[in-house]
């Protein structure tokens, strides 16, 4: 049979394609590189609507990243989607606080979920860079903390996903005045949080 | 700020909402424990129409999860969202085959993607249930390995997915003979990919 087994000519070409049926936007350069990778991520042209990336929100993003920081996911998946290469190549690394020990057994003491004990903790460790792709309530809860002065949060990607609390917790978060960049409505995701945070960095580092 | 706290609460909500706004629909119960899902993970209707699952998928896909086996991934997201207390109670493995140093050096020596020699050394270690959620190469070699007489598949999740050969791949596989689940078109993915997995364990096993 012959097919692409090119990984890196499949992924120029979906771009490519992407950008032929996108139809027309206001998305400037550094944006539409966004869009089109969480559309090349879910097959999904929806996502050019729902997407909201505050004015700052790249700018400030890349300045994290540059700096070399831990990211908090609320997920493994999200984790896992995120690539390695590049988070290497900008001396930034990955946690996904809610499959640690110590988060478990706050979790249990305080009678809390262990993804708002994740949010936590990651607060505790003075974590600055926040990717939301299933938890809703983990992302209302860094809200909370925000809210309570707690919190050092500088960026967040808020795409919790679902049909309960998801579209809420979003609408809450961008009442917060920080850079951020959402998914509005139900949809989002781990594989789209995770997207977002590659585009992000692709905008400084090659794909590795 | 008032929300609902507990996963599962969430979980049973959520269902509950996709049926409401699921519409007419011909799917048996087992079958639309697994449509419900895939919406789940997705908050994408359209996946009621692209689910595919042939008349005899079910049976084999259970009686195969019973009996303790090792189902391949192509992709680690894949993997990191299959519930791994469901796989243990089970006595199921998932295995991602592509991140192996033995499958990283046979992809070099060869001069093919490492996704293809993935595929390669599942049917050679005799792995008979495959999940693909992002690589429609690793989906092409499999069928051609089966055409050969060479793989041992017994059943495939089909779910690759993107706008250079997703679509093309999954109409190919559905021409084997085999028990298969698969997302017409371009959408899918490895989230997709694990919630089918885990939609089918559920129906054995509670979550765990």
């Given at each position: ?129 926040f990717?939301f792709?299933?938890?809703p309530?983990?992302l209302y809860?860094l809200k909370?903390?925000i ?6 949060a500088?960026?967040i990607i808020g795409a919790p ?7 809420e917790s979003k609408e809450e978060a961008e009442k917060l005045?920080l850079?951020m960049?959402t ?26």
């Amino acid at each position: 049979m012959e097919y692409i087994k090119i990984p890196m000519d499949i992924e120029k070409r979906s771009f490519e394609i992407i950008g032929e049926e996108l139809g027309e936007h206001s998305f400037n350069e550094r944006e539409l590189s966004i869009v089109k990778r969480v559309i090349h991520t879910t097959a999904d042209f929806q996502y050019k609507d729902l997407l909201y990336i505050r004015e700052n929100a790249i700018d400030e993003a890349l300045k994290l990243l540059k700096s070399g920081i831990t990211i908090y996911t609320d997920t493994k998946m999200a984790l896992s989607g995120i690539n390695k290469k590049a988070l290497s190549n900008l001396n930034c690394n990955v946690e996904c606080f809610v499959d640690r020990e110590d988060v478990a057994q706050i979790a249990k003491e305080r009678g809390i979920t262990r993804s708002m004990a994740a949010v936590e903790k990651a607060v505790e460790e003075g974590v600055e860079f926040f990717v939301f792709g299933n938890a809703p309530t983990a992302l209302y809860r860094l809200k909370e903390l925000i809210e309570e002065g707690k919190a050092n949060a500088k960026f967040i990607i808020g795409a919790p996903i679902g049909f309960v609390g998801a579209a809420e917790s979003k609408e809450e978060a961008e009442k917060l005045p920080l850079p951020m960049i959402t998914i509005r409505g139900r949809k989002g995701g781990s594989t789209v949080a995770a997207a977002i945070v590659n585009a992000l960095m692709y905008l400084i580092v090659n794909r590795g």
